[in-house]
């Protein structure tokens, strides 16, 4: 294989033609960078993101025909493997939680600095997450900072579950994966599954991001 099988292939989506030329350039100067295309709208990233699977897609979030945030529910519910850095003039703490929520890699304003931008590709292509000017490697670091802080004086609600059940709460807001709680609590995977299932039942979400954002929401872990 030669240096450019092995460039990181990039997929740019935005309304202006200037900015996307400007940025095409700024990548592409980059050795281990590979431009394969470039949308002007929401619907052409994420039949481009379909078609070509890039590794990035580099995704506005202020777009005509299907704004991104559009844009990364299709690609959620067509399972797209492609990492999405999204790239806003302003974002909403809101909009970031959501933008993460729904699979995005990171956020990164459009008045970074140059060397930003191309860090935060590289990281994301490292497995990490980036959210604002630095990289994180896991998404509930990176969402903590940003949402609201639990009210002290609201006190706790167990909402029915169990001493264990909080405990394996927190061993997922800890970032651990379903085989990091079972060796921890000394039981087989499957068995995680069944409590991860119950747990779920009783909060009301559906997946251990939702949970990991309900326990922070919702004051269920320890010493918080």
């Not at 909403?92 to 600095?113: H, P, T």
């Not at 900072?145 to 909080?166: D, Q, R, S």
């Not at 921890?184 to 997946?207: A, C, M, P, Q």
């Amino acid at each position: 294989m030669d240096g450019a099988d092995k460039r990181v292939r990039i997929l740019v989506a935005d309304d202006h033609p200037v900015f996307r030329d400007g940025l095409k350039r700024l990548l592409e100067a980059e050795p281990d960078f590979c431009v394969v295309a470039e949308a002007g709208d929401g619907e052409a990233a994420v039949r481009l993101a379909s078609e070509l699977r890039p590794d990035v897609l580099l995704l506005d979030l202020a777009m005509p025909r299907c704004s991104g945030m559009e844009a990364l529910r299709q690609m959620a519910a067509l399972s797209l493997s492609v990492r999405t850095l999204i790239l806003a003039a302003v974002v909403e703490k809101a909009e970031m939680i959501e933008a993460l929520q729904l699979g995005a890699r990171g956020i990164v304003l459009k008045e970074s600095a140059t060397e930003l931008l191309l860090k935060s590709i590289r990281q994301i292509m490292a497995g990490h997450y980036w959210v604002g000017l630095e990289s994180v490697s896991n998404l509930i670091q990176a969402l903590r900072e940003f949402l609201p802080a639990p009210n002290p004086n609201g006190g706790k609600k167990n909402f029915g579950l169990t001493p264990h059940e909080l405990e394996i709460i927190a061993a997922v807001v800890a970032g651990c994966t379903n085989k990091d709680v079972a060796e921890k609590f000394s039981v087989s995977e499957r068995t995680v599954k069944y409590h991860l299932t119950g747990i779920f039942d009783k909060v009301g979400v559906s997946n251990r991001l939702e949970l990991a954002l309900f326990a922070i929401n919702h004051n269920l872990l320890p010493n918080e």
